[in-house]
């Protein structure tokens, strides 16, 4: 099996080239870092990743959680490994020194989430989930919440969880029907159902933290009457403690992701499910939509570092697989099907890094500049959720072939690469919900100042290219970016009116491949500026075959996947109604 996670030469470019974060040192909250403390850090989440995370990914990949009508029982490595997470301090690694943290940049935390990801999703999972949770309540909830659930959450003697879907209600949470009874001692008794709760129950931890949507009876209808609880798996301490009154109705058994637990849950059956009210009533799904943004960033991400990992899986099997007296990595065919997946991967992981980078400067930027990258973060949320998480599978899909009739074999890992992965177009809001955000909301959102404030950073980008490659990436970046003021104008205008809005809300995620389509040429264009850069100093062959590959990886995302938005601009221009008006009747 292959023991390397993520290349750390491909770390440190995103980080310290394509970024420059050792600049964010010289802000406040950063100030006691520097790179050696930086490096530490990366050394332990990969050691720990690489030892505990990794040997038993495929092994609960095989044997999935089971539920006996009384507890889930897993492989022991999991536990393992959530208490190795925690005991490293990555939980609450984010937050102050003062709170247990280490205050470390989200730039440096989203490379070492990287290896975790890579080296097992399923089991990095509980963690994950717990560290969003654990956000929502230092930001809502009240100071006696946070002594009650935050300070164990960050030490992982207790995890967390977000309850949302419901059997009858997906992605549409005005229909929720999981109600919240305010009583006289001012707690809430919960009933509902959830449905599809990853981690919802599991004997990892002492107790377990939900974060449910319910509505309180006589507020508002639709999503503008949806409060946030928490509702723990037991509630009390020491001798008082006793379990809330939340059933496991049954565990769902996975295409992929099978060594997380997903849950059907059921509240309040006998009427004493106990639940506390998160900040103020009625504000529950903007609560929510802090973590489920960052969740959102973080099944992008996770995408990219599966499809990662199933790239360098499927190069090692083609450095090593002779046929026609050479390696098969020598073969034309296998160079187009390698070139791809890493003209997809890294160009995924690159924009996950932008992401990161922003968020940094919205905690710790001037005024201005964390406004501005407010604006941008949100923007492109839905793409970096949504390209990774069509594009990472596409990776994987492409190891398999590499790898022949092997890849197709479960004796190998490429397939279970794929099967993970392919959950991620679907986690956290589908790919189409994500483009009818895109379209319905975010490109217009406050004069569309994150709009004008990318293209003139795609621009700049385009300016300043000096190398041959590069200087040809920008030329056909800048053909497709000059179509794209002329064509967001014209679906504004027909989103203002009722029917031709239908139409083009039809074809939103006609408009997400174009608009991402611009987006990861654009940032495979400042990996290429930044190559070129280097390629022009005093280097080791090594370094510069990296370089190059950079180049390469980065020419082949310009001239074969960028021109592919071309008959999508078309069909946007022409107001294509295929989709529109369909018939149910006719299928």
Known sequence: MLQMLILRREIEFQLYENLDTLSLLKRSRFMEHNEHTFSAVLDTAEKIATDCFLPHNHLADQNEPSFDGQKVTMLPAVKIAYQAFADAGFIAARYDF????????????TACSGYFMAANPSSTA?????TAAANVIKHFASADLKARYLEPMLAGSYSGTMALTEPHAGSSLAEITTSATLHADGTYRIKGAKLYISGG????TENIVHLVLAKIPGGPSGVKGISLFIVPKYRGDGDNRVKNDIVLAGLIHKLGYRGTTSTALTFGEQGDCHGYLVGEP?????????????ARVGVGYGAAMIGYRGFQYSLEYAKERLQGGKAIVEHGDVKRMLLAQKAYTEGAIALCFYGARLVDDIHTADAEQARDAAEL?????PVIKAWPSEYGPKANDLGIQVMGGAGYTREYYAEQFWRDNRLNPIHEGTNGIQALDLLGRKLWQNKQQGLAQLFALVQTDCAIASGPVGQQAAECISHYLAQMPALIDSLGADLQSKESQALQLANAECFMKVFSGVILAWQWLRQINTAEQRLGTEL????????????QAGQYFVRWELPQIAPYITLLQNRDDSCHKMRTNWF
């Not at 009625?282 to 802090?290: A, D, N, R, S, V």
């Open 98 to 109: 003062d709170e247990g943290g280490m205050q470390l940049p989200e730039s440096v935390m």
């Open 126 to 130: 509980y963690p994950f989930l717990t």
């Open 201 to 204: 129950d599991h004997e990892l």
């Open 540 to 551: 080791t062959s090594e370094k510069a075959d990296y370089y190059h590959g950079k180049c």
């Open 282 to 294: 009625h504000k529950g799904l903007q609560y929510m939509f802090m973590m489920m943004n960052e």
């Open 377 to 381: 973060l949100d923007l492109l949320t």
